[in-house]
DNA sequence: GATGAATGAGCCTTCATTCAT
DNA sequence: GATGAATGAAGGCTCATTCAT
């Protein structure tokens, strides 16, 4: 009765708690990628996590903090996407600002699932204090780098031009063309989204970022 | 009891098909603006027009069909807005790109309620076959335009680039300072926002489009 | 604009109380015979009388009081075909009741709608005090008319057998092919059902009722 | 607060899924007799059962599934009610057939709550499909089977006639004097319900089936 | 007489949450 | 930890009824 060799046991294996914490969460991400905000249901989520519908309470206590929990989930893994490629890439702002750009566009960062759950958590008016809440301070923090390597590169290159403005245009691009391929019929691939933030800063800083998608420094 | 000043007996008064649909409709666009799509629900879109909740369906027949009734209202709107801005703007390519962007900023339409609308259409998957539906074909006149409009400026300021990308910048933009004034804790105004825009056009097309957010033909 | 020949003013044109009350009791019976009782609806009843809605209501005061004199009409009209059709019937109880066996499968009567409405307020508890107050009478007249031919018959021809039961399971045999008109999938035909309870008789009394439908008197 | 004998803690109690929709049935059951098919919720059905509308739709996922289920309740109980009452009877055609009229009005068939339901059930347009699928095949292997028998006790006691019209007429006799009970404000007894159709066996097969209701073999 | 907009009670259904097992 | 039965609030929808026009 106990036999824990029993196969028909196995499933029943007790996982840690992070586990289960990642695997509904990853679950969470997937039905509101498929379903949309409104047609998320803990009942869903605990299907797709192939577990049973009570659990998703158990550990997350109520819906509205699996949620929380999801968004911080995507917001730290957005910040340490971009935090690694600052790590590897070289010193000069042209250089750093492409690190930043190329980021947005990792495949581990930039899936169908990962983007239209962002999509739902900026178009849903009811989570923005919750947007807020988990990833003000994220956002807040890129947004302060950008507009510092800039600013650099500005009086490096002597460009003219606002450099907070030109950070925003660098932001809003990468967003927008996230929109892009979650709103369009027949969506542009992720190389000439690239392409297309990649255009915006050889506008804005020509003699450092070529028109072939390559740094000219 | 017959008071026909009454506030009680007003909403018994009866009015024509075209103005309760209207009254419907931006009762649903306020209602999604503050609640979020998930939260719409007929009663609230019914109470705040003032208005018993059957009369919802009686006009329309189903949540889903007053949804889509607004998606269109919106889309209509927005194309009318930005064809108003083209029939009195000069026929150069400079002048009709920049009225199609000043359009979006025009007071009328970039209005609170009205962008957190469009958010909500654009984050929710559950409505993207609905925007498909009604918005595709304006979203892909106002492309095809744009496009054009771009090619002829290059041409026209012999500027080297894509015209398509830049015109999906220019798009895309827009979109972003929308989601901005949607998204942030403190977004700034209108007017930064379309200088934001502006700078896009400026760094595309330097010798047209000044620093100072002033044509330079 | 009160052209009377205005043939858009014909349709229009204001029909007697009577006729009114007959169209949409005619629209009721094929109503509840296609959808049922429980989804016959004013709304449906007056579409299919090429009538308003409201206009239900005005003729009829209530939904139940449409329903009850839909009851009374068709109770009416099950009495004054059995009338007629003895009117013409020899004096002999066979004559007579052969008469009234023929008359349950009259073209008029036995019509698909007509039956499946019988069948929708026998089945619908709900309307057993209203069948009880509206066909009470006129189903105790037939009864008693029934019990006495079958005496009556049952003393000429020396049969044995309790004159009651045997008008029961004629009329009975009646209303059971009728429902197996409604019920069956593949019912057989109106000369077949009347052939069974023929046979009825026949059994019942066979120096009367011959096997091949006719009387032997 | 934890006294288990407390009224308000038993409903929590849980039971096995079979002997809650078994519960959820038998409340059908007895809300349908009782206020007809239009006027049966889920919500009366839950009430009577002493639950929860919730726990009506955990279970039979759809009001319109709690109805087939119900049906085919009936369906099986009424089919297990005369297999049983064949499996005692003797091998002559004529003892077959006496159990299959006794059969019907046994005590537990023939109860005022299962004879309201089959005529609702009968009544209603809008379940004719769901009765065809639920019900279609008993009532065929039903037939049938009666169909044989009359054929058989036919060539045996060389009666005239024609088999399956009077297996016909045995069956919808059974009907009828069930709508009977159903419909007449002073019903007769189940006795002489079955007397009357005992009449009927009687005037087929006078040789076999006596006038005061015993088999004459 | 006739129309159809307007109301609101009541239904079916979904689903977050609780809790006995 | 884990399951899934049970609850009940809330939403979408239908429809009988009312009533201004």
Known sequence: MDDI??????????????????????????VIAENGFARTTLGE????????????NFHFESKEKLLAATLDHLSDEYRANWQAALAVAGPHPADRIAA????????????????????????E????????AHCGSNDAEYQRLLDGLCRELLALGGYPGDAVRMARVLRVTTE??????????????????????????????????????????
Chains 1, 2, 3, 4 share one sequence.
């Open 5 to 30: 060799t029993d196969p028909a046991n196995l499933p029943r294996r007790k996982l840690s708690r992070e586990e289960r914490r990642l695997q509904l969460i990853e679950a969470t991400i997937s």
């Open 45 to 56: 989520v605990a299907r797709r996590a192939g577990l049973s519908h009570g659990l998703a």
């Open 100 to 123: 930043l750009i190329a980021a947005d566009f990792a495949p581990v960062i930039c899936t169908p699932d990962r983007l239209a759950a962002w999509c739902a958590f900026w178009g």
């Open 125 to 132: 008016a009811q989570s923005r204090p919750l947007y807020q």
């Open 176 to 217: 927008g063309v996230w929109l892009d391929l979650m709103t369009m019929q027949a969506p542009y691939d992720r190389d000439e989204a690239l392409a297309t933030v990649w255009a915006v800063a050889a506008a804005f800083f020509p003699r450092h970022f070529g028109p072939e998608g390559r740094l000219t420094v």
